[in-house]
């Protein structure tokens, strides 16, 4: 059964208002609980609409179907996952050297993947199969790339990464690793180590990769 709007419906273009915009978030933090309780494939829009206190005819004035605001929370998490990246590790007005950057963010990104990684399985088992959802997903982290691969030119000219290093191979070769291992312990539990170990393995593994020497 589809899960979108009627085909005469009359889209918004989204909320105009700071109201309608409250209303929008309520939405998909209340989809982003009942996919975490439920899967995508049982979760309902009329769960996703009771539990943001709206009518299931309220929920078609923000998204056209579960797939769309599904694709929401997914970006959602992209963003929060990515985040580090330019809030820690290449935060050009941070005094830090670059290889406590480096350990600092390892650190904020394996702590928000634990917090959200129930979501996060859910997320990743869908992108299996969903090859929209996966190369909206990729578009989506992309848009980042540009800027983060500037910074980490702008290192290598101070002579802080290697100058060897293509950015834009090793940006996503990097965070390829870094979202595996956290898959595999906080999703898949396929290790348990103690938490400040991991963040101290996977930032040397991430210095090694730079060429980065600690100071």
């Not at 998204?63 to 935060?91: C, G, H, W, Y």
């Not at 959200?116 to 990743?124: H, L, N, Y």
């Amino acid at each position: 059964m589809s899960t979108a709007a009627p085909a005469d419906r009359e889209k918004t273009g989204g909320p105009r208002s700071r109201k309608g915009a409250a209303t929008r978030a309520r939405l998909v933090k209340a989809a982003k609980a009942v996919f975490e309780e439920d899967g995508f494939l049982d979760a309902r829009i009329s769960d996703i609409a009771e539990r943001a206190s709206l009518s299931h005819g309220s929920f078609y004035h923000y998204f056209d179907s579960k797939e769309q605001i599904f694709r929401e929370v997914a970006m959602n998490l992209a963003d929060l996952l990515q985040s580090p990246l330019s809030t820690v590790v290449f935060d050009a007005t941070s005094t830090a050297t670059p290889a406590d950057r480096i350990r600092q963010g390892s650190r904020q990104f394996l702590r928000n993947y634990q917090a959200e990684a129930r979501i996060i399985g859910v997320i990743e088992l869908v992108c299996r199969y969903d090859r929209e959802l996966n190369l909206s997903r990729h578009e989506h982290l992309q848009e980042a790339n540009p800027r983060v691969m500037r910074m980490i030119r702008q290192l290598q000219q101070r002579g802080h990464i290697d100058p060897a290093l293509d950015p834009a191979l090793a940006l996503p070769a990097l965070g390829a690793m870094m979202n595996r291992f956290a898959e595999m312990w906080f999703v898949q539990k396929l290790f348990d180590y103690e938490f400040e170990e991991g963040v101290e393995q996977l930032a040397k593994l991430f210095l090694n990769a730079l060429q980065i020497k600690e100071t």
